[in-house]
């Protein structure tokens, strides 16, 4: 029988050591009874747009920091943030030619998962950084100690951050769909590359046929989703609330479950079994087919549509043959679920001086060979799942902006893993669209192949 806390009898992976049960569990009853940060009508609609993303109708962008921290719960970077999601939503919503669904890694992306459950550094060993939610990141004793304030903390800047999206002034992004706002060298300096060119002066003629056409705010008004990782349950199971007889999980309105803690059977299963909210499964190479299958059982009896967003994280050299396995298998069982690429997670790498980086053609290749993946298998790509950020920093490398790897320690800012800047993550966009033309012309080509096939027949 399933209820809010019925996970806490199964095993658990990735939990923290709190060694104050009482204070935690005095917590826990404090933000039961607080308001929840979302409502039940947006979690079903998020479900519903799930649904619409499986056959191709909306695209979902999903997007923000890997960690997200309190410090940076500031108006600034919410709003860079926010704008860039933007940007990147505009640009594809005309390269893609259809609703670009936005979802923030944002507003309680605050707990990560480790490898390891300890750090040591010159011979001294301490609890490792599992988030803002649970520790502090300084190497300190104290500070590294599990503590059950935090998430009161993090459900307060989570409420705050929702709140600053939804004051800001969506009428400041119109500038966005002026043909000026594209200017390549206003975005990438002057000497952009002939690609960024090419694209923007599409995207330039776009807009200016737009602003013709159209009465100014053809932006209507700006839907704005949340996901993160239910990986700390307490704080997860404090934020289920029963609205009409379902269980709805009102603290994000698509939790997902990490690699680590996607046990069939295990205690992430079992919480995520039971509510309403669409809910997403990342997928790994160290995955097998029987496991993503039964996961997607466990967690969709019912095999109803929108509720399972598989999220393949694969890595550029194991998406071409691990992808298609997936697919296929996720057929055979004729299960309904929605298919997203993170082209991060699996091209993560260390380099020479012990820098966690990503290169951004390895990205920008996973997310290419997923999207021909899908259109050779008859499945859609219905969304991303990027971390980035609105602020130039240098943590992954390449991009028009060309960091190297000795430019990783000038604005390093991400406490986990390495972030997209602004422009890589506008010019991943540009990729991403002109992938899309490729294959719309080839779906073209064919369309016409067969109709003077049938023409000749
Ligand atoms: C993440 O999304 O930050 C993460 C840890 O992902 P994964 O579980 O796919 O490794
Ligand atoms: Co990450």
Request: glycine share 6%; charged share 20%; net charge negative.
């Amino acid at each position: 029988m399933w209820s809010p806390t019925s996970w806490q009898l199964k095993t658990l992976e990735q939990q923290a050591d709190y060694r104050d049960e009482s204070a935690l569990e005095q917590v826990i009853t404090e933000l039961s009874q607080l308001p929840p940060l979302v409502s039940p009508q947006e979690v079903v609609r998020l479900r519903e747009l799930n649904a619409r993303a499986a056959h191709g109708e909306v695209f979902l962008l999903q997007g923000g920091d890997c960690a997200e921290t309190f410090a940076d719960c500031k108006p600034e970077a919410i709003h860079r943030k926010v704008e860039l999601m933007l940007q990147m939503s505009l640009l594809l919503t005309y390269g893609l030619g259809k609703p670009i669904v936005r979802v923030g890694r944002m507003a309680g992306q605050y707990a990560k998962p480790r490898s390891a459950h300890t750090e040591t550094v010159d011979g001294v060993s301490l609890p490792c950084y599992r988030g803002d939610l649970i520790n502090d990141a300084t190497f300190c004793q104290q500070k590294r100690q599990p503590d059950p304030a935090r998430l009161l903390k993090g459900y307060s800047l989570a409420s705050l951050t929702l709140n600053y999206i939804r004051t800001i002034d969506h009428d400041a992004f119109q500038e966005f769909c002026s043909p000026d706002y594209w200017d390549p060298v206003h975005l990438f300096g002057q000497h952009a590359s002939p690609f960024i060119q090419e694209q923007l002066l599409e995207v330039r003629r776009a807009f200016s046929l737009i602003q013709h056409l159209t009465p100014k705010n053809w932006l209507r008004q700006l839907d704005f989703y949340t996901c993160h990782e239910a990986l700390h349950l307490h704080y997860e199971q404090a934020l289920t609330r029963k609205v009409e007889n379902k269980w709805f999980n009102l603290s994000t309105h698509m939790p997902w479950v990490g690699m680590r803690t996607a046990k069939p059977g295990s205690g992430h299963i079992e919480y995520l079994r039971g509510i309403e909210n669409p809910v997403a499964i990342k997928v790994g190479p160290r995955m097998s087919c029987d496991w993503l299958i039964s996961l997607c059982k466990e967690l969709n009896p019912n095999n109803e549509a929108g509720r399972i967003t598989l999220i393949t994280r694969l890595g550029h050299e194991q998406v071409g043959h691990l992808l298609p396995r997936f697919i296929q298998a996720v057929k055979k069982e004729s299960l309904k679920v929605t298919w997203c690429c993170d082209p991060m997670h699996g091209n993560t790498e260390v380099t020479d001086q012990g820098v966690k980086t990503r290169h951004f053609d390895n990205i920008v290749s996973e997310l290419r060979q997923s999207l021909a993946i899908h259109q050779s298998q008859g499945t859609n790509l219905g969304g991303i799942h990027l971390e980035l950020t609105g602020e130039a920093v240098t943590e992954c490398v390449g991009g028009h902006c060309a960091i190297a790897e000795h430019d990783l320690q000038r604005a390093y800012h991400s406490l986990v893993d390495p972030r997209l800047n602004h422009n890589q993550a506008l010019e991943l966009t540009l990729h991403l669209m002109e992938s899309y033309k490729k294959q719309e012309v080839n779906n073209q080509n064919a369309s016409n192949r067969i109709n003077w096939q049938n023409h000749l027949g």
